[in-house]
């Protein structure tokens, strides 16, 4: 069962290294961050690798064209049964349909694997593998590898951090950003999900996103700044009006361009994301802002 990308020959992705394919054609980026843990960039948000003494499992999924496992298990030389999907963004569970077992948050049951608009008429074949659901303290016990679970959604209700002591890496999906972050929800509601964490961080050096990769310390600030917030240690700015811009389309040769990772026009809401907001912060040179 292959996804068909043969509808999107004519679309070319912008991969990082600078080079262009077409969509339909397989393309992978990847960094060895350690001898058993990998990130890659296909289309979409990175995504990453980690493999036990038997066998891998996938953190989400990206959705570029190719069968992600089959890649997966050529670069470990181990089977790559499984993912767990850090939110149900479909650049984040696109290539689910590939792999026996996908793990995610309960409200993802219904989301993961469903198309954007940029997608349309294409079967990614979202019922085709088994999902469970999972929560916080729940342990994915890869052998010699335990991965624990924390409820974090924010970013979306169903969003999870996956613990990974033995590289002392926060898989973080988009909950993260570089120097921002948006908050769908309450200030309160977000720093209540990062306490969970809080016992466990001196086991983690490291956020790996779906954006990029950052040091804990991004960690602390993000929470520095939710308690600074909420006890009124922060005075609030005015939050800029229009919003983040749709964007144009980019094109190469005659032909239509997708960067590998940015959202496709076709995706981005009329008007844009709709980024204001009722109040911004800023603390330690990053961005935090109320966005309902």
């Known amino acids: 069962m292959?996804?068909?990308?043969?509808?999107?020959?004519?679309?070319?992705?912008?991969?990082?290294?600078?080079?262009y394919t077409p969509m339909d054609e397989p393309y992978y980026e990847v960094t060895k961050l350690y001898e058993d843990t990998w990130q890659i960039m296909s289309?979409?948000?990175?995504?990453?690798?980690?493999?036990?003494?038997?066998?891998?499992?996938?953190?989400?999924?990206?959705?570029?064209?190719?069968?992600?496992?089959?890649?997966?298990?050529?670069?470990c030389g181990?089977?790559?049964?499984?993912?767990?999907?850090?939110?149900?963004?479909?650049?984040?569970?696109?290539?689910?349909?590939?792999?026996?077992?996908?793990?995610?948050?309960?409200e993802a049951l219904d989301l993961v694997s469903v198309p954007y608009e940029s997608f349309k008429g294409m079967d990614f074949f979202k019922d085709s593998y088994e999902k469970q659901v999972v929560t916080t303290g729940d342990i994915i016990s890869v052998p010699g590898r335990e991965l624990i679970i924390f409820r974090i959604g924010e970013h979306?209700?169903?969003?999870?951090?996956?613990?990974?002591?033995?590289?002392?890496?926060?898989?973080?999906?988009?909950?993260?950003?570089?120097n921002m972050k948006n908050y769908n929800g309450s200030v309160q509601a977000w720093k209540e999900k990062l306490d969970a964490l809080i016992p466990y961080?001196?086991?983690?050096?490291?956020?790996?996103?779906?954006?990029?990769?950052?040091?804990?310390?991004e960690f602390d600030i993000f929470y520095e700044a939710a308690k600074k917030?909420?006890?009124?240690?922060?005075?609030?700015?005015?939050?800029?009006?229009?919003?983040?811009?749709?964007?144009?389309?980019?094109?190469?040769?005659?032909?239509?361009v997708y960067d590998c990772q940015m959202p496709h026009i076709e995706d981005i809401p009329k008007g844009g994301f709709?980024?204001?907001?009722?109040?911004?912060?800023?603390?330690?040179?990053?961005?935090?802002?109320s966005v309902n």
């Not at 289309?43 to 992600?68: K, M, P, Q, R």
């Not at 983690?204 to 804990?216: N, Q, R, S, V």
């Not at 909420?230 to 983040?244: D, M, Q």
């Open 2 to 19: 292959l996804v068909d990308f043969s509808s999107k020959h004519d679309i070319l992705i912008h991969h990082k290294d600078g080079s």
């Open 43 to 75: 289309s979409g948000d990175y995504h990453y690798l980690v493999v036990g003494d038997e066998f891998g499992i996938a953190i989400d999924t990206g959705y570029g064209a190719g069968n992600l496992r089959e890649f997966l298990e050529e670069l």
């Open 78 to 106: 181990k089977p790559v049964p499984w993912v767990i999907n850090t939110h149900h963004h479909f650049d984040h569970s696109a290539n689910n349909c590939y792999f026996d077992k996908a793990f995610m948050g309960a």
């Open 156 to 178: 979306t209700e169903d969003g999870i951090a996956i613990l990974d002591k033995k590289r002392r890496i926060l898989f973080s999906g988009d909950e993260f950003m570089p």
């Open 201 to 217: 961080r001196n086991d983690f050096d490291t956020l790996c996103g779906g954006p990029e990769i950052l040091p804990a310390e």
């Open 229 to 256: 917030i909420l006890a009124g240690e922060i005075s609030s700015e005015a939050v800029p009006k229009g919003g983040h811009p749709p964007g144009e389309q980019q094109s190469y040769n005659g032909h239509r």
């Open 274 to 289: 709709g980024d204001d907001g009722k109040e911004m912060f800023v603390y330690k040179g990053h961005v935090f802002r």
